[in-house]
């Protein structure tokens, strides 16, 4: 999570507010795409699409300091005036400061457009003395900047206009794109920090952006502890902790579309070492002490786009962005399934896999092959492949009478080893029910075509057309229905009860479980981590949405814990 602060009252008689004609009308659009599938830590803005971002520098010794915002003013076509943060520039000598405008490459000297001015006057918010809240400040400029394609302001917001929750904005700067505070490493022991320590900060020489979303103040205050004051800050984040300001982005604008102009409604402050949607600093997770990895966060981050233009039935997924996922194979059989790796108190390993009853009720347990780590079946010898044999089957004892309670757990000969490739995925905890339009990933090797998917249906009788299998893993974004919705006799000639099932699909019938699938996790962002809610039973058949069937994870967090020892708080594993 990023903190900012409101673009406070320090408008005074020196400035305009609103707008004048100018202001948030940039000549090149910056880019703005509310789609949640985006580069790591923000992409290359288009040049010059943000006018109103200032770079703030010494002429000698550290060269960049920090970035800054130009701000409107009554002088006609120019301005003097450059909004950042108080922290920037409370201890830096006037005549070594400079503050460069309408930049977009760094390493050009002689980049169009720019243009080079000193600061004759740092004025600092009286009240940040005595609190470092009211992290602002105005520069006043020796020489005003000139509005041009390449200069110009960013709208200001009205006094107490605020910005509704879930509202995308943009930020931008040369900060670090990766180390500094992003994702820096944490040393624990028991729930107390021992150290942080940053990775390498890695700086780009162009200009970044990315999309990021407000969040509420009750979250925001728990990420940030006591430093939050929800009268002066804000706070927002992507549901992946990936986005977010870094070294050298304080001062920077966080600009937000309002009637067609882009408009400064806060500037950045500061970064959350221990907010949860930056998961490998989650104060959530006991995993990362001792060395442990932790669950629900792979190294390659899965495709999560909420468009509904996408290939029928599913895309293929950025090799091992499921980490979590393995695939089921009989030996001697040609049965397949799949199953999830569920974390334990193994340390840095698991020997347990949740997956579907009736994928493993008629296998004897030396028939069975459970193979992890692994993207592209055709591939023999691909790199990060895991596979063992099982040593027992545990299938939970109401299955037999009621086959709707279909889950079950294998445990392994051999423990998977955690790394790149495979990892657990969390667990919901008990009773953690999903809203129903909530957006969730499925992935597997099951069919993209033929078996449970669009048969044809005559005379209430149902024909499968010709299955076909892919070799690489394949996944697709399914939206959660109601259990009202759900338990329509006429959708699952399995039948559907709300106590252990949940169900999810698309408004086409494209998207779903198929042959092979069954034993999937239903994974869904939580707190920043991909975390499983349902595991694949069925689909129907005589509805046209063809919606999939889950066993609801929230309703089984009893079982799970009772073979693993994986406690139930929040996403913790404790290590007994």
Not at 334 to 354: M, Q, T, V, Y
Request: charged share 20%.
């Amino acid at each position: 999570m990023t903190k900012f602060d409101t673009v406070p009252t320090v408008a005074s008689r020196s400035f305009k507010v609103n707008d004048d004609g100018i202001c948030g009308r940039p000549k090149y659009q910056p880019k703005f795409n509310v789609s949640d599938n985006r580069i790591t830590g923000g992409e290359e803005a288009i040049p010059h699409s943000h006018p109103w971002i200032a770079f703030l520098s010494l002429t000698h010794g550290r060269k960049f300091v920090c970035g800054g915002v130009v701000l409107q003013s009554h002088e006609k076509n120019v301005t003097s005036y450059v909004l950042t943060a108080a922290h920037c520039v409370k201890n830096i000598n006037l005549a070594n400061l400079i503050v460069q405008a309408g930049s977009h490459d760094l390493t050009y000297n002689t980049e169009r457009g720019k243009q080079v001015v000193t600061v004759s006057r740092i004025i600092i918010s009286d009240l940040y003395m005595t609190n470092y809240d009211h992290d602002y400040a105005v520069l006043v400029l020796s020489s005003p900047l000139k509005f041009t394609d390449y200069v110009i302001p960013a709208c200001l917001s009205q006094e107490l206009e605020n910005f509704p929750l879930g509202s995308k904005c943009l930020i931008a700067g040369w900060g670090g794109i990766d180390g500094g505070i992003y994702k820096p490493v944490i040393r624990k022991s028991g729930r107390n920090v021992k150290s942080i320590s940053s990775r390498y900060l890695v700086l780009p020489k162009t200009l970044m952006q990315a999309v990021i979303t407000i969040i509420d103040d009750n979250n925001c205050s728990n990420a940030f502890f006591a430093s939050y004051d929800s009268a002066i800050n804000l706070c927002a984040a992507d549901a992946m902790g990936v986005i977010g300001i870094n070294n050298y982005d304080s001062g920077g604008p966080l600009v937000c579309l309002k009637d067609g102009l882009w408009s400064l409604h806060g500037m950045g402050v500061s970064r959350a070492f221990f907010d949860s949607t930056q998961p490998s600093a989650s104060n959530n997770s006991e995993q990362i002490k001792d060395g442990n990895l932790e669950c629900g966060l792979p190294k390659y981050q899965p495709i999560y786009e909420f468009s509904e233009n996408r290939v029928t039935a599913g895309v293929e997924a950025i090799p091992h962005s499921h980490p979590w996922l393995v695939f089921i194979t009989s030996k001697i059989k040609d049965d397949k399934c799949g199953g999830a790796i569920l974390p334990s108190r193994e340390r840095n390993s698991s020997s347990f896999i949740l997956t579907a009853a009736h994928c493993i009720f008629y296998l004897r347990k030396e028939e069975i092959m459970v193979t992890a780590g692994m993207h592209d079946q055709s591939l023999n010898n691909e790199i990060g492949r895991q596979s063992a044999d099982v040593k027992r089957r545990v299938i939970n004892i109401t299955y037999k009478k009621n086959k709707g309670y279909d889950y079950g757990i294998l445990i392994l000969l051999q423990p998977l080893k955690f790394n790149d490739y495979v990892k657990p995925i969390c667990i919901c905890k008990e009773r953690e029910h999903l809203m129903p339009g909530t957006k969730c990933l499925i992935a597997g090797w099951g069919a993209i075509d033929g078996g449970a998917y669009k048969p044809i249906i005559k005379n209430n009788t149902i024909t499968r057309r010709q299955t076909v299998f892919p070799t690489v893993l394949m996944q697709t974004v399914l939206a959660v229905y109601s259990n009202a919705y759900c338990a329509n006799a006429s959708f699952f000639s399995m039948g559907y009860d709300s106590v252990i099932n949940l169900c999810a699909g698309d408004d086409l019938g494209e998207k779903g479980v198929n042959n092979a699938d069954s034993g999937m996790p239903l994974v869904c962002l939580s707190e920043g981590l991909w975390t499983m809610y349902g595991i694949a039973r069925g689909r129907s058949a005589f509805f046209p949405k063809q919606l999939s069937l889950f066993i609801q994870i929230a309703s089984i967090t009893r079982f799970i814990n009772f073979y693993t020892g994986y406690l139930m708080q929040g996403k913790t594993v404790s290590y007994l």
